[in-house]
């Protein structure tokens, strides 16, 4: 007789159950760790996204003077994503750009006191598994966020940006009646009278003017701020040398 008589081509049932049971086994180690790559490289990206993103917002404030409203503003000039891919994460979850709130309402004109520099601060704030939601009102809840160590949570991914290195300090003073001088397209003029001193902190790239007249018209001097700059102006000195650089 054939010793092979009566054996069937194919799997038999039991062979089937051994295989789909070593398969389980297998893809119980290798999804996993699959999912943990995947999770891992989806974490990663995101923290690159982020720090595109900050890198945007000081793009932004060097070249326009104020900042940005919101991450939509970002796009696509200063950072090259659109508008959805800038304020959504890769799991559908929203970005949070936030201001320090000692910001608020600043104008570049008036600037900065120098107490006030260390408030020059941004976060952009994402969650992978959740609406990170942030409430920042105040400087206080601004603080705890940037404190935040958001290595103990891998799937919150937190952005600090420190633009307090793109500002320089104007400082100018006046002796005696006269004088006006104008910063980023805001004037201040004596009207012949005592003209106010200025002493603030304002962003690179700002022009900055001073005149002898009382009402701002045609400067003696007019620069582009790029370190820190001081004039002081003396009514007693002949006309057409009355500022002078400190």
């Not at 609406?131 to 206080?140: E, G, K, L, M, S």
């Not at 400082?171 to 980023?184: E, H, P, R």
């Not at 007019?222 to 040398?241: E, M």
């Given at each position: 007789?054939?010793?092979?008589?009566?054996?069937h081509?194919?799997?038999?049932?039991?062979?089937?159950?051994?295989?789909?049971?070593?398969?389980?086994?297998?893809?119980?180690?290798?999804?996993p760790?699959?999912?943990?790559?995947?999770?891992?490289?989806?974490?990663?990206?995101e923290?690159?996204?982020?720090?595109?993103?900050?890198?945007?917002?000081?793009?932004?404030v060097?070249?326009?003077?104020?900042?940005?409203?919101?991450?939509?503003?970002?796009?696509?000039?200063?950072?090259?994503?659109?508008?959805?891919?800038?304020?959504?994460?890769?799991?559908?979850?929203?970005?949070?750009?936030?201001?320090?709130?000692?910001?608020?309402?600043?104008?570049?004109?008036?600037?900065?006191?120098?107490?006030?520099?260390?408030?020059?601060?941004?976060?952009?704030?994402?969650?992978?598994?959740a609406?990170?939601?942030?409430?920042?009102?105040?400087?206080?809840q601004?603080?705890?966020?940037?404190?935040?160590?958001?290595?103990l949570?891998?799937?919150?991914k937190?952005?600090?940006?420190?633009?307090?290195?793109l500002?320089r300090?104007?400082?100018?003073?006046?002796?005696?009646?006269?004088?006006?001088?104008?910063?980023?397209?805001?004037?201040?003029?004596?009207?012949?009278?005592?003209?106010?001193?200025?002493?603030?902190?304002?962003?690179?790239?700002?022009?900055?003017?001073?005149?002898?007249?009382?009402?701002?018209?045609v400067?003696?001097v007019?620069?582009?701020?790029?370190?820190?700059?001081?004039?002081?102006?003396?009514?007693?000195?002949?006309?057409?040398?009355k500022?002078?650089?400190?």
């Open positions: 007789m054939n010793r092979f008589q009566g054996r081509d194919g799997f038999t049932l039991i062979e089937m159950v051994g295989v789909l049971a070593v398969m389980a086994v297998l893809a119980s180690l290798i999804v760790n699959l999912i943990g790559r995947l999770d891992s490289a989806v974490r990663d990206a923290a690159q996204n982020l720090q595109a993103s900050g890198q945007g917002v000081e793009l932004f060097r070249r326009n003077r104020t900042l940005p409203p919101n991450l939509a503003a970002l796009s696509p000039d200063y950072v090259p994503f659109g508008i959805a891919q800038l304020t959504t994460n890769p799991r559908n979850w929203p970005r949070y750009l936030v201001v320090h709130p000692g910001l608020a309402g600043f104008a570049n004109g008036v600037g900065l006191a120098a107490a006030s520099l260390g408030d020059a601060r941004v976060l952009v704030i994402s969650s992978l598994v609406d990170a939601a942030p409430v920042i009102t105040t400087a206080a601004f603080d705890t966020w940037w404190n935040t160590n958001d290595s949570n891998v799937d919150l937190i952005y600090r940006g420190n633009l307090g290195g500002f300090q104007v400082a100018l003073n006046a002796v005696g009646a006269g004088g006006s001088y104008q910063v980023d397209s805001t004037q201040t003029n004596s009207g012949g009278g005592a003209l106010p001193a200025h002493g603030a902190y304002h962003l690179i790239g700002t022009t900055v003017g001073v005149d002898e007249a009382g009402t701002y018209a400067p003696e007019l620069l582009t701020l790029t370190a820190d700059s001081g004039y002081n102006f003396d009514a007693a000195r002949p006309v057409g040398s500022w002078q650089k400190n």
